[in-house]
């Protein structure tokens, strides 16, 4: 994760943590993709849906 006063960069891969996973859930995977988080926001990933959050939201 890289930091910036203005944003976040994150990276997904669509797997999941043990801690996330869920019974009903897949652990699917897609490419690698790196998604920029605004302060004080959110972003999905289009592939898989996982959330990012950047900030006290």
């Known amino acids: 994760?890289?930091?910036?006063?203005d944003f976040i960069t994150v990276s997904c891969d669509g797997t999941?943590?043990?801690e996330e996973f869920k019974e009903n859930?897949?652990?699917s995977k897609h490419p690698l993709i790196y998604l920029k988080v605004p302060f004080n926001s959110k972003?999905?990933?289009p592939y898989?849906?996982?959330e990012f959050?950047?900030?006290n939201m």
């Open 25 to 27: 859930e897949q652990n």
């Open 48 to 50: 898989c849906g996982r």
């Open 53 to 55: 959050l950047n900030g």
């Open 16 to 18: 999941n943590s043990k």
């Open 1 to 5: 994760m890289t930091d910036n006063k």
């Open 43 to 45: 972003v999905f990933c």
